[in-house]
């Protein structure tokens, strides 16, 4: 069974830094891209960040482009999500998903999500 | 970028009912649209691939169709667990994808 853990959420100032880790099980890690897909309060899903299998190719989006940095460790099974200069607008719930293909691409595992809060 | 419009915003329907929510994307995007179900403080699911494609174990009640940049989200006959707030997603652009902004089925 795929299971995904997020970790690392937690209060911070504006400015300041957090880094998120999803602990991941139950199937090859190395073997997939992961991503991940925040929730402000009330508000839609926001793709953010992703990276392939080997961790050679990372994307992001505008929003926080500069400011975080997505990597992983395969040995460890685990994915991070480091962010930096961080902005009232980027309290949210932050999901690590697993992004499977097939005929398209699709996020069919989700983690439970690790609540980000950006406030002095 | 590509945006995802979904409509109605809300909706208010009766159990029994059948629903569509539209998804309309700003270029083609193929079939590569997803749909996903999220319930108050739960975790989003994916219902719907490849814009018609029912994912294992999500009831025969719901469909997609649609291809190229509008695309539909349909439920035959609405079942009290059916109230959620629904996602499509684009996955042409994957890695870069982008989600619609959500469409919230109430009871009426």
């Known amino acids: 069974e795929v299971q995904l853990l997020e970790s690392g959420g937690g209060l911070v100032q504006p400015g300041g830094s957090l880094r998120l880790s999803c602990a991941a099980s139950?199937?090859?890690?190395?073997?997939?891209?992961m991503s991940w897909v925040r929730q402000a309060p009330g508000k839609g899903l926001e793709w953010v960040s992703a990276?392939?299998?080997?961790?050679?190719?990372?994307y992001y989006a505008d929003s926080v482009k500069g400011r975080f940095t997505i990597s992983r460790d395969n040995s460890k099974n685990t994915l991070y999500l480091q962010m930096n200069s961080l902005r009232a607008e980027d309290t949210a719930v932050y999901y690590c998903?697993?992004?499977?293909?097939?005929?398209?691409?699709?996020?069919?595992?989700w983690g439970q999500g690790t609540l980000v809060t950006v406030s002095s | 970028d590509i945006q995802m419009t979904q409509s109605p915003s809300s909706l208010s329907a009766s159990v029994g009912d059948r629903v569509t929510i539209t998804c309309r994307a700003s270029?083609?995007?193929?079939?590569?649209l997803n749909w996903y179900q999220q319930k108050p403080g739960k975790v989003p699911k994916l219902l719907i691939y490849?814009?018609?494609s029912l994912q294992s174990g999500v009831p025969s009640r719901f469909s997609g169709s649609g291809s190229g940049t509008d695309f539909t989200l349909t439920i035959s006959s609405l079942q009290p667990e059916d109230f959620a707030t629904y996602y499509c997603?684009?996955?042409?652009?994957?890695?870069?994808?982008?989600f619609g902004q959500g469409t919230k089925l109430e009871i009426k």
């Open positions: 270029q083609t995007i193929s079939s590569h």
């Open positions: 997603q684009q996955s042409y652009s994957a890695p870069r994808s982008t």
């Open positions: 990276i392939s299998g080997s961790g050679d190719s990372t």
């Open positions: 998903t697993k992004d499977t293909i097939v005929v398209v691409p699709a996020a069919r595992n």
């Open positions: 490849a814009a018609s």
């Open positions: 139950g199937f090859t890690f190395s073997s997939y891209a």
